[in-house]
């Protein structure tokens, strides 16, 4: 059964960096693409990257500035930077695995539980 | 870039009932369109991925259809479990989940 789970700071400071990771358990993180994603408060859900298991990454562009993903193979792991938050990066920030099928069609199968991180002075 | 709109953006429905949700994408999509449901507090779940396939231990009841820009979520006979928020999301470019549909008990 694969599971993910995001673990991190939960508060911040404006300024701050927010750093977080995704543990993988089930699978090997080695055979996927893997994606980070958020929700305000009472909000729709905001696509922040993806990344593969070679370290190849894409990320969203209004986001791409401040985001980095990173994954580390040998601990099944992959992580989130977003750098200078603000009390607008308030969110619920979930980590998810993407499938594939050719043609180019993928979607997120398994997703965490989310973490909730608060931006605050 | 691709813009998603939903519609409605909520709607009140009894338990048996057939129930629709539209996605509209700005521009086409071809069937690069996923919906997901969520409930409070939790993550989002896969329904339905590639406009129309059911994805593994969704009921039956769930389906999508649609290609291009216009697609639909039917939910054959409306569950207690299913009163939830729905959002669609293409894939075609820069992933992108539309603004969901909330689902509640009439």
């Known amino acids: 059964q694969v599971q993910l789970l995001e673990s991190g700071p939960g508060l911040l400071k404006p300024s701050e960096t927010l750093s977080l990771t995704c543990t993988v358990s089930?699978?090997?993180?080695?055979?996927?693409?893997w994606s980070w994603i958020r929700q305000p408060p009472g909000r729709g859900l905001e696509w922040l990257g993806y990344i593969f298991y070679t370290g190849s990454a894409d990320y969203n562009p209004s986001l791409k500035s401040r985001v980095t993903i990173s994954i580390d193979t040998s601990k099944n792991k992959f992580s989130l930077r977003l750098s200078s938050v603000t009390a607008a990066d308030t969110a619920v920030y979930y980590c998810?695995?993407?499938?594939?099928?050719?043609?180019?069609?993928?979607?997120?199968?398994?997703w965490g539980q989310g973490t909730l991180v608060a931006v605050s002075s | 870039d691709i813009q998603m709109t939903q519609s409605p953006s909520s709607l009140s429905a009894s338990v048996g009932d057939r129930v629709t949700i539209s996605c509209r994408a700005s521009q086409s999509v071809a069937s690069h369109l996923n919906w997901y449901q969520q409930k409070p507090g939790k993550a989002p779940k896969l329904l339905i991925y590639?406009?129309?396939s059911l994805q593994s231990g969704v009921p039956s009841r769930f389906s999508g259809s649609g290609s291009g820009t216009d697609f639909t979520l039917t939910i054959s006979s409306l569950q207690p479990e299913d009163f939830a928020t729905y959002y669609c999301?293409?894939?075609?470019?820069?992933?992108?989940f539309g603004p969901g549909t909330k689902v509640d008990i009439k």
């Open positions: 590639s406009a129309s």
């Open positions: 999301q293409q894939s075609y470019t820069t992933p992108r």
């Open positions: 089930g699978v090997s993180i080695s055979s996927y693409y």
């Open positions: 998810a695995r993407v499938k594939q099928q050719l043609g180019g069609y993928n979607w997120f199968d398994t």
